[in-house]
């Protein structure tokens, strides 16, 4: 059954809003500040999920370990990397006077290892479930031929294990890897089995964008806790899922400290149902301005100055920031979002914190976001005609059912609803 938990984990989103342009402040030194957004009340005040309640604030952003590969073998003049990957039981403490909560994730880990892999290396990863709950693996962003998608019913039993082929061969960008198995998706990746994959590209590296330590994933998510500490689970959930705690990275409301200098963050939301409109809050409650350098297909044509911006289920954003003007605060990643179906709670609308030390290690690729950053995007051609209209609804036949244009996942004869032609380029239409 495709659940909503597992249409919106293939980016089909219930509210998607883009990243709007702002004021185009240019990041000159002087403190860039704009208007606060969040006025008014949180509608969340006072409101819980039911989880006891977390400090905010207090633990480190934990930054996921590196995948390494295992050998690397030169094929036909092609460079391919072997990793090897398990998909495991393991505890995870974050009450810390009651129980730890049962996960599973990739090398036992949650997020996952971090895949960093340059343009036009191979890739192949063995991931082998030892697990007790059948698993798919998807590689979020990435063109991949058919038999190593992921696909839905392409499942690895306990005991098993598969070998995913990647080609790499896009420009860098940001993608992330997660379950994606039949009926178990959502609360598989909820579980732990979700991680960040960045493609990197010698054109984007000549740019001198914020790297290593300054170069940092943010992979966001709700969730939420029984009283005794474990994960309340969203197995069987129809609807939506929405928990009162948020984690950046699997940590709820961490801090992470920061140099006053440039940094590149890649916000990935990793919500099953939770949209977020982000911004940086200074001491004084003023928004910080910052530029949006890139999106699920990568790098933009040029930044985009903005104060806030709106992240759904799947996607991901690259941004820099610079927290130059900010020496000895906090600054507080916050959320705005309040739309009626979207349910918030006592701490919703704060994120994380980032703690700016008084100086700088490392001033290397601390200059200015260059003002033309992918030359090649590679955009359609224009039409004017739609090719194919595609209604998303749930409940049509009195059921639970999602359906596309009347038909489910379980209709096998007739749910290929477009063949388009390998190279053409066809306008969707995409009713909710
Ligand atoms: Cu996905």
Redesign the pocket.
């Known amino acids: 059954m495709a659940t909503i938990q597992h249409l919106l ?3 089909l989103a219930t509210i998607h809003a883009n990243a709007q342009g702002g004021g185009g402040m240019p990041l000159d030194g002087q403190p860039p500040t704009g208007p606060p957004i969040h006025s008014g009340p949180w509608r969340g005040e006072g409101q819980t999920a039911g989880s006891p309640p977390l400090a905010l604030f207090e633990n480190k952003l934990p930054i996921p370990a590196i995948a390494k590969p295992e050998f690397s073998e030169e094929i036909d003049g092609r460079t391919v990397d072997f990793y090897s990957m398990t998909i495991e039981n393991f505890d995870k403490q974050i009450y810390p006077d009651l129980n730890p909560s049962h996960m599973v994730g990739y090398n036992g880990m949650a997020p996952g290892p971090t895949f960093f892999v340059d343009r036009g290396r191979e890739t192949i990863i063995r991931y082998l479930n030892k697990g007790n709950q059948i698993s798919a693996v ?1 590689l ?1 962003g990435s063109a991949t031929h058919a038999v190593w998608d992921g696909w839905a019913e392409d499942d690895i039993g306990p005991g098993q294990w598969k070998d995913y082929y990647y080609p790499n061969y896009e420009s860098g960008r940001s993608m992330w890897y ?1 379950d994606h198995v039949h009926g178990h998706t959502a609360t598989n990746a909820y579980m732990g089995q979700a991680g960040a994959y960045i493609l990197h590209d010698a054109a984007e590296d000549a740019l001198g964008l914020p790297s290593g330590d300054y170069d940092v994933p943010l992979a966001i998510a709700d969730k939420k806790y029984q009283s005794n500490g474990e994960l309340v689970s969203p197995e069987g959930e129809t609807q939506n899922f929405y928990g009162d705690i948020i984690h950046v990275n699997d940590q709820p409301w961490p801090y992470h400290a920061v140099e006053p200098r440039k940094y590149r963050f890649r916000v990935y939301c990793m919500s099953l149902s939770r949209p977020y409109n982000l911004w940086f809050q200074d001491a004084s409650g003023q928004s910080i301005e910052f530029q949006i350098i890139g999106s699920d297909a990568g790098l933009f044509g040029s930044p985009v100055s903005s104060s806030d911006l709106t992240i759904s289920m ?1 996607e991901r954003y690259e941004i820099a920031i610079d927290f130059a003007a900010f020496a000895g605060q906090n600054i507080t990643l916050s959320n705005a979002l309040q739309i009626p179906i979207i349910e918030e709670y006592e701490n919703t609308d704060k994120v994380m914190r980032f703690v700016v030390g008084s100086s700088v290690s490392d001033s290397s690729n601390n200059d200015g976001v260059p003002s033309t950053l992918n030359p090649d995007v590679n955009w359609p051609e224009q039409k004017d005609n739609v090719d194919h209209v595609f209604t998303f609804q749930q409940g049509g036949d009195g059921g639970a059912q999602w359906s596309v244009n009347g038909l489910d996942w379980e209709d096998v004869n007739n749910r290929i609803l477009a063949k388009p032609p390998q190279g053409a380029t066809e306008l969707w239409e995409l009713r909710h």
Do not use: M, V
Request: cysteine-free; hydrophobic content about 30%; proline content about 0%.
């Open positions: 984990l293939l980016g998807h979020h997660h799947g």
